[in-house]
T-cell receptor
């Protein structure tokens, strides 16, 4: 199957700082990527849809000014958590679709102290 | 987006065949059925996808009855490494976000 990578795999930051997470489709181009968040023992929750060359679409309840998404190329989407707080600590996962199937990245564990 | 219902958990012994059934009563004409596997602290891994009847790959089989209101993921001869959460998702393909339910936590016992 297609490969999606994320970087970093885990990050620890201080409250109030910003953190950028990268999502790359390694062997295919993706005009659309998706960002999910997963809290312990819970399922994945869709945060936003990232569209190459245009603004992202955010799900209800997700602050677009806090979770900045940039989809600058057909293989890269970034999620920046701005002014992070401890409640933002979670597992962030991106996905990209080949046209038929969505493939997920390995996830990024964010811990805000 | 069609809602799915799966058993919360299942237990199985090693070497057995495991069948996980998913209900999706309001599946739409253009919807496909996709199953993912997720291990702790990892992203979901694609297992299998289908539209109708039966689909088989090297990992699993997917059975879909004619009315498409349910589907069954079949894992042959499970091993301890198959212990994971399995998600059934229903939706259109083509840059459509997936809506995850609670999934089924499969525990394989030696």
């Amino acid at each position: 199957g297609a490969v999606v990578s994320q970087h970093p795999s885990r990050v620890i930051c201080k409250s109030g700082t910003s953190v950028k997470i990268e999502c790359r489709s390694l062997d295919f181009q993706a005009t659309t990527m998706f960002w999910y968040r997963q809290f312990p023992k819970q399922s994945l929750m869709l945060m936003a849809t990232s569209n190459e060359g245009s603004k992202a679409t955010y799900e209800q309840g997700v602050e677009k000014d806090k979770f900045l998404i940039n989809h600058a190329s057909l293989t890269l989407s970034t999620l920046t958590v701005t002014s992070a707080h401890p409640e933002d600590s979670s597992f962030y996962i991106c996905s990209a679709e080949t046209g038929e199937t969505q493939y997920f990245g390995p996830g990024t564990r964010l811990l805000v102290l | 987006l069609a809602k799915t219902t799966q058993p919360i958990s299942m237990d199985s012994y090693e070497g057995q065949e495991v069948n996980i059934t998913c209900s999706h009563n309001n599946i739409a004409t253009n919807d496909y059925i996709t199953w993912y596997q997720q291990f702790p602290s990892q992203g979901p891994r694609f297992i299998i996808q289908g539209y109708k009847t039966k689909v088989t790959n090297e990992v699993a089989s997917l059975f879909i009855p004619a009315d498409r209101k349910s589907s069954t993921l079949s894992l042959p001869r499970v091993s301890l490494s198959d212990t994971a959460v399995y998600y059934c998702l229903v939706g259109e393909i083509g840059n459509t976000p997936l809506v995850f339910g609670k999934g089924t936590r499969l525990s394989v016992i030696a």
